[in-house]
Every structure is written in structure tokens, then in C-alpha cells.
């Protein structure tokens, strides 16, 4: 709920950009748990995160930050964690030692071997140094591999959702995932039937359909960013 906080919770905000995959895990998280929040706009394609004044919150300049009151909090993994050890309503994890590190395993393979491949400032890079031709290519090698890996390690564990019946961590870092392979380049999930049929649930839950990017208030076609 990417508003203001009422009188009996202390304000949280999210500096955030619309289509930041990162920043999107950590807009499902705050919605589940019902966290009231500020939404303040990162225009990662204008170099915002590069100005002083983000860089105090974020030496390394990314998308996600957290302020919850003097805490100042960055990475969505750590930011993910912090709420659901502060806000334990919606646990985010499963009680089970075997479910957490599942939970664990799935959100390390997508924020450290899938999604760094698509960031914006490798793929500046590559089409400067290569040409834009080769954008899609590295996309399809090396998202399409991540995604290979989840749908077969998935399929020992998943059941409405990614781990079981219920949402929990695995699923707020593929949403986004899935989302950017195929709405943001255009890719289909055709030899990946599991992670297509997680995609529909996900389309099914408010939680989820309220933190995509085209209901962030920066999304350009919003009209108020």
C-alpha cells in the first residue's frame, strides 16, 4: 500500500523504481503484510541513483532502499528478511527448516544467477560495446538458463504456488522474474510449464497484481512521474 502510515505504525519508506525487479519483491512483501508505505521514485534510466544525496542511503547506487524510521536498509533479500523478522504478520517463510532453506535457495538462484544478467547497466554496456542486436541473445542464454534450472527444481516442491499451497519468499522473487522474461522482452514460457501455470496464480492474487510496475505511480504512463 504504497501510501501514508496511520497513527499506531511508524512510516516506512521505499525508494523504488517501477520496474525495478529488486524493488518490486519488496512491494509484494510490504502488501502481504499490510505495511503502509512512501513511495519515493527512482528514475533509474535518468542516473538518479547516482546523485549525492541517494548515494548517502546507498553507497552502491541500487533500487531497492528501505527507511524504517533510523534504519536506512538496502538489497531486497535484506530488506525481505528485516520486515518479515519486524512484521511477522504474513510470515514469509515457512515454519519448516527444509521449507526456509528451499525458500532460501530459490530467492539466491534468482538474485545471483538469473537476474543481474538483465540490470540496466550490463545491458548498456553490452549494446554499446557489441550492438543492441545482442541484447536479446544474452537475455534468452542466460535468463533462459536460470529459468530452466527453477522450472526443474520447482517441480519437486511446488504446489499452488512455488514451495506449496501458500505464498512465501520463493514466489516474491519469481513473479518478477517471470514477469520481465515475458512482458519486458517479449519471451515466451512455453517450454516452462511450471513457472507458466505459477505465473497465472500469481495474476490471481491482489497482493501481487497491486505491486506490478504499471501500477507504480513513476511508471511514465501513469502521468505522474
Not at 526456509?100 to 538483465?118: D, E, G, R, T
Request: hydrophobic share 35%; net charge negative; aromatic share 12%.
Amino acid at each position: 500500500m504504497a501510501t501514508g502510515s496511520d497513527e499506531h505504525q511508524p512510516k516506512l519508506k521505499l525508494y523504488s523504481y517501477w520496474r525495478s525487479s529488486c524493488s518490486w519483491r519488496v512491494r509484494i512483501a510490504l502488501n502481504f503484510k499490510g505495511l503502509k508505505y512512501e513511495y519515493i521514485p527512482v528514475n533509474i534510466m535518468k542516473g538518479e541513483q547516482h546523485n549525492p544525496e541517494f548515494l548517502k542511503l546507498n553507497p552502491i547506487g541500487y533500487v531497492p532502499v528501505l527507511v524504517d524510521g533510523d534504519l536506512v536498509l538496502s538489497d531486497s533479500l535484506a530488506i525481505l528478511l528485516y520486515l518479515d523478522e519486524k512484521y511477522p504478520q504474513r510470515p514469509l517463510l515457512p515454519t519448516d527448516l527444509k521449507g526456509k532453506a528451499i525458500n532460501l535457495q530459490i530467492a539466491s538462484i534468482v538474485s545471483s544467477s538469473i537476474q543481474p544478467f538483465q540490470n540496466a547497466s550490463p545491458l548498456k554496456y553490452l549494446g554499446e560495446k557489441f550492438g543492441p542486436e545482442e541484447i536479446l541473445p544474452w537475455i534468452k542464454h542466460h535468463i533462459g538458463n536460470g529459468l530452466v534450472a527453477l522450472e526443474n527444481l520447482l517441480k519437486d516442491y511446488a504446489g499452488r504456488y512455488a514451495t506449496g499451497d501458500e505464498v512465501f519468499l520463493a514466489d516474491l522473487f519469481l513473479a518478477p522474474q517471470i514477469y520481465s522474461y515475458t512482458t519486458i522482452f517479449n519471451l515466451d514460457l512455453n517450454q516452462f510449464p511450471l513457472l507458466s501455470r505459477l505465473n497465472e496464480a500469481y495474476s490471481q492474487v491482489s497482493e501481487f497484481q497491486n505491486a506490478i510496475p504499471e501500477k507504480q505511480p513513476d511508471n511514465p504512463s501513469s502521468g505522474t512521474s
